[in-house]
């Protein structure tokens, strides 16, 4: 996602505030806000995908995805 998205991401939440938005607008949002959470999703798994547990008996693990939420 580049700078120039995420300030049109803000700019249409301006415009929102201010006027509302053409049904371009707000679908121009919605894809924008789409793309941003997928990338922020991968960007988390990314990091994710690096972390190592420690336990006190000195055995490491990487971290496992889970099949189901914790609800």
């Given at each position: 996602?580049?700078q120039?998205?995420i300030?049109?991401?803000?700019?249409?939440?301006?415009?929102?505030?201010?006027?509302?938005?053409?049904?371009e607008e707000?679908?121009?949002?919605?894809a924008?806000?789409e793309?941003?959470?997928a990338?922020?999703?991968?960007?988390?798994?990314?990091q994710?995908?690096?972390?190592?547990i420690?336990?006190p008996?000195?055995?490491?693990?990487?971290?496992?995805?889970?099949?189901?939420?914790?609800?």
């Amino acid at each position: 996602m580049t700078q120039e998205k995420i300030d049109r991401i803000n700019e249409l939440a301006r415009i929102a505030r201010e006027r509302g938005l053409t049904a371009e607008e707000q679908a121009e949002r919605t894809a924008l806000r789409e793309e941003y959470i997928a990338a922020f999703r991968g960007n988390l798994e990314a990091q994710l995908k690096t972390i190592t547990i420690q336990y006190p008996d000195g055995r490491r693990e990487k971290l496992k995805k889970r099949d189901k939420p914790l609800n």
